[in-house]
């Protein structure tokens, strides 16, 4: 097999698995017929063996699927008439083949899987300053994919055997939980290709279980064993990710009918986690914590402002909360002569490969993975269904070295004394997906932010070097607890040696200190480029309200002079009212009383042409003469009568009016009218009436 090729494709082929399993759903075997009726749609003759199947899976999508497995899919084929069987060999009925085309599922796949690859190229070489191989990248990110499968996975897809002792190992595993977290938060496209990814790479798993089309049967007869780290992060003290991802797990181990507990034993290790962290908040200084501390927890209480007295309180009361959460506290086993390990080579395998900083943990794992052992009468089991117990840990560690001591068969045909917690996962969620969908997503984010903590070996070395520095003096008491506390220190840690223990030298502290200061130095950059805009835009936001203020303060001076206008005008509208009417009343009253005079002057002159006797004649002369009378003064003096007359009307209409606004303000003054002065005329123009 050539591994240049088999890299990207088998890759390839976990996003057509997925995609199959999302389009049809049937069956795990059902899941891998598209991908046998391509290879062999792809071979060079019609008849072929079930050798020859296997090697053109592996050549088309770098998978290694096991006889028994190609067998049995091809036994589905044979089902859908996509082969015969005969003597061995299959026949290839070409017409059904094309029917299962994949061409369109393979592009779509490839695109995704090299744009996923050409961002890790890119991330590593921004952030780490590396400049891996398009291969090496995508051979990275295959280990990384396939280990959240089960672990034979992996080797069938590298072409090697099976060793159960090499678990992510690769050089790039740090770096490629900080490109999951990156992708989490700021590329959601290619996050969503991962997550189908490793969704194939749990579906392509079953297939290397034991009796693969019975994947559905349920766990009566098996008891899930909890180790304190995974405890630490179902309490929530890891990150809500990975509590999400372990209270899923937990629920879906119930569904399926199996039982959840812990050892007390390791109830006692967790509460003493919890209760020295505690005092490690409580007497946080420079000299006081000790070199035992457990980072995670510690760090998690400082960026959350969980106190002591809460980690106090709730450790006391941890069986309750176990017992609410489904979990049974079980006393650990007594020991039995027939069933007892040589413990003392345990102890050494767990230190060798864990490499623990104090022997507490140590001796708690011991117990733990020989509980299992007696649980299980000594005897190997082959299905998880009737396996008795299993310890569960996301310690990579610990599995390792329990799969070493205990000699686990390299065919994977075994289950574990101890089983890392997504490896258990994807077991059992290929039980029943749809009980939890959302598992393998929840699972990557909680292991890429688990990734970001350094290990036993690397962690204590770190602890060690900051200590003899110390002592000779090498840095103040502020680069201590730098050094000792600050997050970004461990991040720098982390950066500087990718996880690796190995690579780690007394100059590594040097470095990481530097890198930390850079880090709150650039903090501090974009905390004051954050206050400037904030200042900038408040300042803006200042401006702006100024000036709606002034305009509003416009508009209300605008308002108030309209108003004052409007209350000037009421108060001079009456009086002109009143003047025009006095006016109008001295006129009619003036004029009506000249025009009668005129009438009867005239009617008296015409009447002076009869002859009238007595009083009569007296009348008519008299009218006579005045006119004749008024006639001579006007011509004389020149005065009009219409003269006379509008001086009399305007003397008429002044004492009129002076009578009127007299009135008017007795009115007003009296308190007869409301809402303000009244116009004293119901009349629209106001023109009519007298001003009496």
Same mark, same amino acid.
């Given at each position: 097999?050539?591994?240049?090729?088999a890299v990207?494709?088998?890759?390839?082929?976990?996003?057509?698995?997925?995609?199959?399993?999302?389009?049809?759903?049937?069956?795990?075997?059902?899941?891998?017929?598209?991908l046998?009726?391509h290879?062999?749609?792809?071979?060079?003759?019609?008849?072929?063996?079930e050798?020859q199947?296997?090697?053109?899976?592996?050549?088309?999508?770098?998978?290694?699927?096991?006889?028994?497995?190609?067998?049995?899919?091809? +036994?589905?084929?044979?089902?859908?008439?996509? $082969?015969?069987?005969?003597?061995?060999?299959?026949?290839?009925?070409?017409?059904?083949i094309?029917?299962?085309d994949?061409?369109?599922?393979?592009?779509?796949?490839?695109? %995704?899987?090299?744009?996923?690859?050409?961002?890790?190229?890119?991330?590593?070489?921004q952030?780490f300053?590396?400049?891996?191989?398009?291969?090496?990248?995508?051979?990275a990110?295959?280990?990384?994919?396939?280990?959240?499968?089960?672990p034979?996975l992996?080797?069938?897809?590298?072409?090697?055997?099976?060793?159960?002792?090499?678990?992510?190992?690769?050089?790039?595993?740090?770096?490629?939980?900080?490109?999951?977290?990156?992708?989490?938060?700021?590329?959601?496209?290619?996050f969503?290709?991962?997550?189908?990814a490793?969704?194939?790479?749990?579906?392509?798993?079953?297939m290397?279980?034991?009796?693969?089309?019975?994947?559905?049967r349920?766990?009566?007869?098996?008891?899930?064993?909890?180790?304190?780290?995974?405890?630490?992060?179902?309490?929530?003290?890891?990150?809500? %990710?990975?509590?999400?991802?372990?209270?899923?797990?937990?629920?879906?181990?119930?569904?399926l009918?199996? +039982?959840?507990?812990?050892?007390?034993?390791?109830?006692?290790?967790t509460?003493?986690?919890?209760?020295?962290?505690?005092?490690?908040?409580?007497?946080?200084?420079?000299?006081?914590?000790?070199?035992n %501390?457990?980072?995670?927890l510690?760090?998690?209480?400082?960026?959350?402002?969980?106190?002591?007295?809460?980690?106090?309180?709730?450790?006391?009361?941890?069986?309750?909360?176990?017992?609410?959460?489904g979990?049974?506290?079980?006393?650990?086993?007594?020991?039995?002569?027939?069933?007892? $390990?040589d413990?003392?080579?345990?102890?050494?395998?767990?230190?060798?490969?864990?490499?623990?900083?104090?022997?507490?943990?140590?001796?708690?794992d011991?117990?733990?993975?020989?509980?299992?052992?007696?649980? +299980?009468?000594?005897?190997?089991?082959?299905e998880?269904?009737?396996?008795?117990?299993?310890?569960?840990?996301?310690n990579t560690?610990?599995?390792r070295?329990? +799969?070493?001591?205990?000699?686990e068969?390299?065919r994977g045909?075994?289950?574990?004394?101890?089983?890392l917690?997504?490896e258990?996962?994807?077991?059992? !969620?290929?039980?029943?997906?749809?009980?939890?969908?959302?598992?393998?997503?929840?699972?990557?984010?909680?292991?890429?932010?688990?990734?970001?903590?350094?290990?036993?070996?690397?962690?204590g070395?770190?602890?060690?070097?900051?200590?003899?520095?110390?002592?000779?003096?090498?840095?103040?008491?502020?680069?201590?607890?730098?050094?000792?506390?600050?997050?970004?220190?461990?991040?720098?840690?982390?950066?500087?040696?990718?996880?690796?223990?190995?690579?780690?030298?007394?100059?590594?502290?040097?470095?990481?200190?530097?890198?930390?200061?850079?880090?709150?130095?650039?903090?501090?950059?974009?905390?004051?480029s954050?206050t400037?805009?904030?200042?900038?835009v408040?300042?803006?936001?200042?401006?702006?309200?100024?000036?709606?203020?002034?305009?509003?303060?416009?508009?209300?001076?605008?308002?108030r002079?309209?108003l004052?206008?409007?209350?000037?005008?009421?108060?001079?509208?009456?009086?002109?009212?009143?003047?025009?009417?006095?006016?109008?009343?001295?006129?009619?009253?003036v004029?009506?009383v000249?025009w009668?005079?005129?009438g009867?002057?005239?009617?008296a002159s015409?009447?002076?042409?009869?002859? !009238?006797?007595?009083? !009569?004649?007296?009348?008519?002369?008299?009218?006579?003469?005045?006119?004749?009378v008024?006639?001579?003064i006007?011509?004389?003096?020149?005065?009009?009568?219409?003269? !006379?007359?509008?001086?009399l009307?305007?003397?008429?209409?002044?004492?009129?009016?002076?009578?009127?606004?007299?009135k008017?303000?007795?009115?007003?003054?009296g308190?007869?009218?409301?809402?303000?002065p009244?116009t004293?005329?119901?009349?629209?123009?106001?023109?009519?009436?007298?001003?009496?």
């Open positions: 097999m050539n591994s240049s090729t990207p494709q088998a890759m390839v082929a976990f996003a057509v698995l997925t995609a199959n399993w999302e389009e049809y759903g049937v069956s795990y075997t059902h899941n891998f017929l598209p046998i009726a290879c062999l749609s792809v071979g060079r003759s019609d008849v072929v063996s050798t199947v296997q090697s053109l899976m592996s050549l088309e999508f770098g998978i290694l699927l096991p006889r028994h497995v190609i067998k049995t899919i091809l +036994r589905r084929a044979a089902k859908e008439d996509l $082969v015969t069987r005969s003597n061995n060999v299959y026949r290839i009925h070409t017409k059904r094309a029917s299962y994949l061409g369109s599922k393979r592009a779509d796949a490839s695109r %995704a899987i090299q744009a996923l690859s050409d961002s890790f190229i890119e991330f590593l070489r952030e300053n590396l400049e891996p191989s398009p291969l090496e990248a995508e051979t990110l295959l280990n990384y994919v396939a280990d959240r499968g089960i034979i992996r080797a069938s897809i590298r072409g090697e055997s099976f060793q159960p002792v090499v678990l992510s190992e690769d050089q790039y595993e740090y770096a490629i939980g900080q490109f999951v977290a990156h992708l989490f938060e700021r590329d959601p496209e290619n969503r290709s991962l997550e189908i490793v969704k194939g790479s749990m579906l392509a798993s079953a290397y279980l034991p009796n693969p089309g019975t994947q559905s349920r766990i009566r007869d098996l008891t899930v064993f909890l180790d304190t780290p995974f405890l630490i992060g179902l309490l929530g003290y890891s990150g809500q %990710a990975p509590k999400e991802a372990a209270t899923e797990l937990l629920d879906l181990i119930a569904r009918g199996g +039982r959840l507990s812990v050892y007390d034993h390791t109830l006692t290790e509460k003493n986690v919890m209760t020295s962290s505690a005092g490690q908040l409580r007497f946080l200084s420079r000299k006081t914590a000790s070199l %501390a457990y980072p995670p510690v760090e998690y209480c400082i960026q959350n402002g969980i106190s002591s007295t809460e980690l106090d309180v709730r450790s006391e009361r941890l069986a309750e909360e176990f017992k609410d959460l979990i049974a506290v079980e006393e650990t086993p007594e020991l039995m002569a027939e069933l007892s $390990v413990e003392v080579r345990l102890e050494d395998t767990l230190q060798r490969i864990v490499g623990y900083r104090f022997e507490g943990a140590r001796l708690n011991v117990p733990s993975l020989t509980a299992i052992y007696r649980a +299980r009468r000594g005897t190997d089991r082959r998880l269904e009737t396996a008795k117990a299993i310890f569960t840990t996301p560690s610990v599995v070295a329990s +799969r070493e001591f205990f000699g068969s390299p045909d075994q289950v574990p004394i101890c089983a917690d997504h258990l996962g994807t077991i059992a !969620w290929l039980k029943q997906p749809l009980f939890a969908p959302d598992l393998p997503r929840k699972q990557l984010i909680a292991d890429c932010y688990a990734n970001s903590f350094p290990g036993e070996q690397l962690w070395r770190y602890l060690e070097q900051i200590e003899h520095l110390d002592a000779q003096g090498s840095f103040s008491d502020e680069d201590y607890f730098t050094l000792r506390y600050d997050v970004e220190a461990r991040r720098a840690l982390m950066h500087d040696t990718l996880g690796d223990a190995d690579v780690f030298t007394s100059g590594t502290i040097e470095e990481v200190l530097k890198r930390a200061r850079e880090a709150h130095q650039a903090e501090l950059r974009e905390e004051l954050r400037k805009e904030a200042s900038e408040s300042a803006r936001e200042t401006s702006a309200v100024r000036k709606h203020l002034a305009e509003v303060e416009t508009q209300h001076e605008e308002e002079r309209r004052q206008a409007e209350v000037e005008r009421s108060k001079v509208e009456p009086l002109r009212v009143l003047q025009l009417r006095s006016s109008r009343f001295a006129g009619r009253v004029y009506g000249m009668t005079t005129f009867l002057l005239l009617i015409l009447l002076s042409t009869f002859s !009238w006797d007595g009083p !009569w004649k007296i009348a008519v002369g008299a009218g006579t003469a005045l006119l004749a008024l006639g001579v006007n011509l004389y003096f020149g005065h009009r009568i219409r003269d !006379w007359a509008d001086s009307q305007e003397e008429l209409a002044e004492w009129s009016h002076g009578r009127a606004v007299e008017y303000q007795q009115q007003v003054t308190g007869t009218g409301s809402g303000g009244k004293p005329n119901n009349d629209s123009d106001g023109t009519s009436g007298s001003p009496e």
